[in-house]
């Protein structure tokens, strides 16, 4: 709650030398609403979190800093087979000045300072450690099949099936780790699917927010995108595109909400006060994200959080009981389903 995350202390990141105060400083930065869910788990569980995710956000630093497609797969498989040592060998070195802005920055520090996450990494237990290095494989091997299909397709994806695929290889993967490392059960094929089905949701949000940005770095995950790649997403002509893309985005993502539900209930997540209280979290700090978005995209709002302060807040019901967590699920359910019928179709269309 106290870190301020547009204007990160990058001189006290870069200098900071104790491996466990590295990874609990730099996380609210680079992990942002997703921070939040993972510190309040259980003491293991948050640690391998926490290492888990910001070895993935060091993928995606490669694959946002490293613009030539055959430099940018070279270096996510170069980081995924480094676990292949113990401990984990450097990692492949970003280029030289590819950090823009602060945020870039502090991504910048959690590769150049990976071996302080690696020394968490190497107290986990054997289990665990197996299980982060499967993920980080898994998700570099996903992030490739995406540099090659947007190489192959003139930087655009084509369909809800392509966009579908890549959300579930971006957060699919880290989901399915997270539900087996809080989890007493192996997941059967419903659990799996349900929770990939949430991936798509949330990484659509990331999707829905950064419409404009992808354009300027020459990428669109809507084939309607395609003729103003590299172009701001600003300029007088495309802004109307956008703001349909951006429609089409937050009406797919909303039509998901159900899946999150069958999930919460399906594995009992509202069993341990902290995982709940977790579950909580993500759900409404996603709530707030759409909402923001729908006013993007010329919608009104839905009522809810206006804030991270009143979403925390508001996840404290699931304190209290199961019953009070439940509820808060399925409302924002009902939120998202009625949103999604109102703001636009409900998948792109090539």
């Not at 929770?195 to 949000?205: D, G, N, P, R, T």
Request: proline share 7%.
């Amino acid at each position: 709650m106290l870190a301020d995350r547009s204007k990160p202390d990058l001189r006290s990141l870069a200098s900071e030398t104790d491996p466990e105060a590295f990874l609990w400083a730099i996380l609210p930065h680079a992990a942002r609403s997703f921070a939040a869910s993972i510190v309040v788990l259980p003491e293991s569980d948050a640690r391998a979190a926490a290492v888990a995710y910001l070895y993935c956000r060091a993928l995606d630093t490669y694959e946002d800093l490293i613009p030539e497609p055959s430099g940018s797969a070279a270096a996510l498989i170069g980081f995924a087979n480094r676990f292949e040592a113990d401990p984990p060998s450097a990692p492949p070195p970003l280029p030289p000045g590819a950090a823009k802005t602060d945020r870039e920055r502090v991504y910048e520090i959690l590769v150049d300072r990976i071996e302080l996450i690696d020394a968490v990494y190497r107290e986990l237990d054997p289990g665990t450690r197996e299980r982060i290095a499967g993920l980080v494989r898994a998700m570099a091997e996903g992030m490739v099949w995406s540099w090659d299909t947007f190489n192959a397709q003139g930087g655009v994806l084509l369909d809800e099936e392509q966009l579908a695929r890549y959300c579930r290889h971006v957060i699919g993967n880290p989901v399915l780790f997270m539900l087996e490392q809080v989890g007493d059960r192996d997941l059967d094929a419903d659990a799996r699917e349900n929770a990939l089905v949430v991936s798509e949701m949330i990484q659509l949000a990331n999707v829905s927010r950064d419409v404009e940005s992808d354009l300027n770095r020459g990428i669109a995950y809507h084939p309607s995108l395609a003729p103003f790649l590299g172009r701001s997403g600003y300029e007088p002509e495309v802004i109307p595109t956008v703001r349909d893309v951006r429609g089409q985005y937050i009406a797919l993502a909303l039509s998901r909400a159900p899946a999150y539900r069958r999930m919460f209930e399906g594995l009992e997540l509202d069993r341990s006060v902290r995982v709940r209280v977790a579950s909580v979290l993500m759900l409404l700090f996603t709530d707030l994200h759409y909402r923001g978005c729908a006013i993007r995209a010329g919608h009104l709002p839905w009522p809810g959080p206006a804030d991270r302060l009143q979403v925390i807040l508001g996840s404290a019901p699931a304190l209290v009981s199961r019953t009070l967590a439940g509820r808060t699920v399925r409302r924002v359910e009902r939120d998202f389903t009625s949103a999604a019928s109102l703001i636009g179709p409900s998948a792109p269309h090539a």
